[in-house]
């Protein structure tokens, strides 16, 4: 009996320690500055978008977190997207980020430049996007792979009836390809040959 709870506990250990090196490299391939611009160049479907991903509130126990910020490259300061994800660690070593909407989001524009982005509000200001998180698993080839569950993700841009996302993550670059369905599963919005991929131009990992 004693030499059971030993290897349950030598268990225990072993996963939570896998687990919390899956998100330390999450986090490393997460972090930076994010550009379409090579895919946009070869592919006139694609427009040369922007994406930035800083890590906020590194005081907290609860995540990490994360400001994004997405725009066209040519409006820059005005981004059509700005979130806050919330990596949690799960029971079968994968990783959930769940995605939050922010208040008045054009008054943080640009905060993923700041020392400490999103300083002026705090996580119970955010607006849960239930049904939105992502599940992503590390591969046997080190990069991530993922995406949101069934029809749970609702939206109504564009006559949408849910939303889903599909992503993977690399070390360098990103591949995210959001889309948009209607109650017949017609896709209403969103690329529609394949994700947007985001070549990786700066990482902002030791800023802060």
Known sequence: MRLLIILLFLTHI???????????????????????????????????????????WKDRTDGPWFYIEQAVAESKDKPYRQRVYQLKNRDDLRIESIVYTIPDPLRFAGDYKKEFPLLRITPDSLTLREGCEVVLYMTDNGYFEGGTVDKNCRSDLHGANYATSEVIIYNDKLISWDRGFDENGNQVWGATEGGYIFKKKLNRLKKG
Not at 39 to 51: R, T
């Open 14 to 56: 072993s996963s939570s320690s896998f687990a919390q090196n899956y998100m330390n490299y999450l986090v490393d391939y997460m972090t930076g500055s994010f550009s379409s611009k090579e895919q946009a160049e070869n592919d006139s479907n694609y427009f040369n978008i922007e994406l930035e991903m800083v890590q906020i």
